[in-house]
């Protein structure tokens, strides 16, 4: 006789695979069901990638997309696997000082619009070097990690 696993019983890895699959509502209600689920849900592992366009966030892993109004640091918080960032626009200097405590990150895409709000320029020289240091920050860390890879794209679209 097969004796059926409780859905109680599954492994953390097993809750990790299934929140992939779930949209947040789904995932919020699952991870209401008791503590072990929602100090789950309070990180997303499977959010790998992030892109920034305005006040606007995009998290998105293999099996998940989600736009969000949340605050960068929260997001960099609750998905610890960040390693693909994508700046499209940007309207606040602290998004960039917040990205440079990223320590894994493996692919960075700025565009070259992206300090630009209503058509209006808002890059000063400063905002343009803090963003070379930013990059020469992130190749640093990366420097010393054998299995990392720091891959830095900067595209010029008009």
């Not at 309207?91 to 320590?103: A, T, V």
């Not at 960075?108 to 709000?117: D, E, M």
Request: aromatic share 10%.
């Amino acid at each position: 006789m097969k004796k059926l696993i409780s859905l109680m019983e599954l492994s953390d890895d097993m809750w990790n695979v299934i929140f992939s699959y779930l949209d947040v509502t789904a995932r919020a209600n699952i991870a209401s069901v008791n503590k072990r689920l929602s100090s789950l849900f309070s990180t997303w592992i499977d959010i790998t990638m992030l892109s920034i366009k305005q006040d606007n966030l995009c998290i998105a892993g293999d099996n998940f997309k989600c736009i969000t109004k949340c605050d960068l640091k929260l997001v960099l918080q609750h998905c610890p696997n960040l390693n693909n960032i994508n700046i499209q626009a940007i309207r606040d200097e602290n998004y960039l000082k917040q990205l440079s405590k990223i320590e894994h990150l493996s692919v960075l895409t700025i565009a070259s619009s992206a300090f630009k709000y209503r058509d209006k320029v808002i890059t000063t020289h400063d905002n343009f070097r803090f963003v070379i240091n930013l990059i020469n920050h992130l190749s640093q860390i990366n420097r010393y990690r054998t299995n990392s890879l720091t891959i830095v794209k900067i595209f010029y679209f008009s």
